[in-house]
Structure formats: C-alpha cells, structure tokens
C-alpha cells in the first residue's frame, strides 16, 4: 500500500487538512495518509524542517510527503518535486526543502507542471497540485510525466553555530521548541564534541542561567527512581534523539517547561564556554 503524508500549517479549524484527504480519497481510496502536523506555525519553514526531517525517516522508502506550508499559489514561483533519499517530497519552491536536506544532495529535481499554466485552473495548491501528483506517484507513475527535471531551486541557509575561538566558546541559536516547552537548539553534538576534545570543561549559559553537564537522555538525570518525583521541574540541558543539545525541565509542560521558566524565543542565543 501506498503511503501519503501530510504536513502543513493549516491548523485544525479550517476546512483544508480535509479537502486534501477528501482529494487523496477521491482520487485512490487505497492510499494509507498520515499526517505528520497540522500545527506548524504558519509560514515557519525552519520549524517545518526539523518536524519532517526527524520524522520522515521512520517511513518507507517510496513515501510521499505532501508539505503546505507557505505554499499558496502564485505563478511567479514554481511548486517543486524532490527524490531524496528514497523519499518523495511535494512543496513550494520557497526553500523549505533546501533546510531539510541541507546536508543531502536530493537524486532528482523537478519543476510541476501539472496545472500550472492559468491562473484559474489553480485556487488551491495543496488540492490541486499537490494532491494529484502525489496519487499519481503513489499509483507507480514516473515524475517526468507531471514535471521536468530542473537543476536548482530555491536555497535557504540552515542557521548553523559559530566557534569564537578568540572566546572559546560556541554561539548557538534557538531554532525549536517542542509540544513540551523543550528548546531545541542548532548546536549538533558532534559539532560539540569536536570543539570539546581540547578542555576539561565547559558551561551552557543562555540569559542569565547557566548548566555544566549535558545529560544523554530526559531521564538520565532521575538517579533514586524511588524518589522519582522529586526531581521534577529540575533543570537539564541533554543530547535529544536528533542529536541536539536541549534545553529541558523534568517532567515540563507548555505552561511549566523550559520555555516558560528560561524565557527563551526561537532565534535568542544559547552560549557553551570551554574551559
């Protein structure tokens, strides 16, 4: 069986996320669709990369991953279709898919052509465009058919972090934060630990706070699971299952989690000063 996946910033209210399952369904009610999110924040292209980055991974190859978000349709900007890494990826050419693999060279580029010629053939690109091809890819056909290979599209850098190495210290960015207030930042862990080989030490400072460990796991730090409650709301910094450092509380929420208590944005600085 074929599988469609969905992610957009469309939210639930609206009237959308079941126009393009109502679409997929009319035209091969075969088809297994799954979302990844609806919530993305809108037009967030940095938040849409690492949801489907780390998510995208855990589906067959072959899938094909519908992706609206900053996608309506204007005729100066073309919709593209990505083959990476045995994936199938549907979006609008505005870079999202530039974040997503800014690491990986995609096995083929194409520009849609389907429905793409008139304005009022087009009122609703995640139905009409979208959703026909990736039936079509889902139903065995070749891209060529509804696209022409192209050689570029459109990039976009990742936000990356900085050694200063007159400083020692490594100059991070916050680029996520998750349904658990947790913050994710851009720093990587083999970018850590590359730099950290040369020090003893080390402290992650961001706004007036600072940590000096960096745990493996959420609960890595609970050390008397028979006290186990006691270490809720404490404070971690971790190496989460993407391999990025995370701000985090124990046991934390939207209201009561890192993002709440630290008082950190997407895009504020998190520092890690070598000693």
């Not at 549907?90 to 304005?119: C, H, Q, V, W």
Request: glycine fraction near 6%.
């Amino acid at each position: 069986m074929s599988i469609i996946t969905l992610t957009s910033d469309f939210g639930r209210l609206d009237y959308r996320v079941s126009a393009m399952k109502g679409k997929i369904m009319s035209l091969n009610p075969e088809v297994n669709c799954i979302d990844i999110s609806h919530d993305i924040q809108a037009y967030n292209l940095i938040q849409t990369s690492y949801i489907v980055r780390n998510a995208y991974k855990y589906f067959p190859d072959g899938t094909i991953h519908i992706l609206s978000v900053d996608s309506f349709f204007h005729k100066a900007r073309k919709n593209i279709l990505y083959k990476a890494n045995g994936h199938y990826f549907l979006a609008a050419d505005n870079g999202l898919l530039s974040l997503i693999f800014f690491d990986i060279k995609p096995e083929a580029m194409y520009e849609i052509t389907l429905n793409n010629r008139f304005d009022d053939v087009v009122s609703f690109t995640s139905t009409d465009v979208f959703v026909p091809v990736a039936v079509h890819l889902a139903n065995g056909g070749l891209p060529e058919v509804i696209g022409r290979k192209i050689e570029s599209s459109k990039q976009l850098l990742f936000p990356k972090p900085v050694y200063n190495e007159s400083e020692k210290m490594i100059i991070g960015d916050v680029m996520y934060i998750d349904n658990f207030g947790n913050i994710i930042s851009n720093i990587s862990k083999d970018f850590f630990e590359t730099l950290a080989k040369g020090f003893a030490s080390f402290t992650i400072k961001f706004r007036n706070l600072s940590l000096s460990k960096i745990y493996s796991s959420h609960t890595e730090l609970v050390v008397d699971w028979e006290r186990e409650t006691e270490y809720h709301g404490q404070s971690a910094a971790i190496f989460n299952d993407s391999d990025q450092l995370e701000l985090t509380i124990y046991k934390g929420s939207k209201k009561n989690g890192a993002k709440t208590l630290f008082g950190l944005n997407v895009g504020e600085n998190i520092y890690i000063e070598f000693f």
